[in-house]
């Protein structure tokens, strides 16, 4: 059996914005070795009461840490420059320094692969017209 198990780290009660600011720094500060022994730990207090044995039952965890999950989408609401107008900041931020090019799904403002697949077409069409 495969089991997907995911985890999106937040701060409840703290801005959109910052709560992706924290969410990042939990997924790139937490060890393997510390996401590992929760996941076993949190299957234990589901499965013990049955003859889960997570030394005998548990073949592999493989962990992603993706933390393009946590790309800041733009709110209309909070982000003035929307009703500003101009340049949004990934746009800034993405411009190509000579055959370099920014390609992630922050440089999209869109925290979904589709987003950074976008990105990576853009940026590799930037640097082919340099």
């Given at each position: 059996?495969?089991?997907?198990?995911m985890?999106?780290?937040?701060?409840?009660g703290?801005?959109?914005r910052?709560?992706?600011?924290?969410g990042?720094?939990?997924?790139?500060?937490?060890?393997?070795?510390?996401?590992?022994?929760?996941i076993?730990?949190?299957l234990?207090?589901?499965?013990?009461?049955?003859?889960?044995?997570p030394?005998?039952?548990?073949?592999a965890i493989?962990?992603?840490?993706?933390?393009?999950?946590?790309?800041?989408?733009?709110?209309?609401?909070?982000?003035?420059?929307w009703l500003e107008g101009?340049?949004?900041?990934?746009?800034?931020?993405r411009?190509?320094?000579g055959?370099?090019?920014?390609?992630?799904a922050?440089?999209?403002?869109?925290?979904?692969?589709?987003?950074?697949?976008?990105?990576?077409?853009?940026a590799?069409?930037e640097i082919?017209k340099?």
């Open positions: 059996m495969i089991l997907h198990m985890k999106a780290p937040c701060r409840p703290r801005p959109a910052e709560q992706h600011t924290f990042r720094m939990e997924l790139y500060t937490t060890t393997f070795e510390t996401m590992e022994r929760k076993r730990e949190q234990v207090r589901t499965l013990g009461g049955s003859s889960f044995d030394a005998r039952d548990i073949a493989t962990v992603n840490r993706w933390p393009h999950g946590y790309a800041y989408e733009y709110n209309s609401l909070w982000d003035p420059f101009g340049g949004t900041p990934c746009e800034v931020a411009k190509p320094h055959r370099i090019a920014i390609a992630n922050d440089a999209g403002a869109y925290a979904y692969t589709d987003s950074a697949i976008d990105q990576a077409w853009r590799v069409g082919t340099a």
